[in-house]
């Protein structure tokens, strides 16, 4: 079992900046994947980014250029650095684990964008 807990979300204007963190019950080095994932009513869960054992990140082609997903200290921490942010990006933002023995996801943190 690992639990997950986000925070960092919030209301920001169109154009800002905020910084999500995951904090993970056992270091992100014991799991094969750690990614950011997010949703809006009525849609489905779309991939934000994520994070591999190895250090190798991928993203989501909305967010390119614009969001950062990092391993903190401790090492049980990864952050979501989402800058220049959009009205589009509103959403509920969830940290998902994988790991040899299951999938574990976070109850999420909402993100809202102002026009």
């Known amino acids: 079992q690992v639990e997950l807990l986000e925070s960092g979300g919030g209301l920001v204007q169109d154009g800002g900046s905020l910084r999500l963190t995951c904090r993970a019950s056992?270091?992100?080095?014991?799991?094969?994947?750690i990614g950011w994932y997010r949703q809006t009513p009525g849609e489905q869960r779309e991939l934000v980014a994520t994070?591999?054992?190895?250090?190798?990140?991928y993203y989501g082609d909305s967010v390119k250029g614009r969001f950062t997903i990092s391993r903190g200290t401790p090492e049980n921490t990864v952050h979501l650095q989402m800058s220049s942010l959009k009205p589009e990006d509103t959403g509920v933002y969830y940290c998902?684990?994988?790991?040899?023995?299951?999938?574990?996801w976070g109850r999420g943190t909402q993100v809202t964008v102002s026009s």
């Open positions: 994070i591999s054992r190895g250090g190798q990140t």
């Open positions: 998902k684990a994988e790991v040899v023995y299951g999938t574990y």
């Open positions: 056992i270091s992100t080095r014991q799991m094969s994947e």
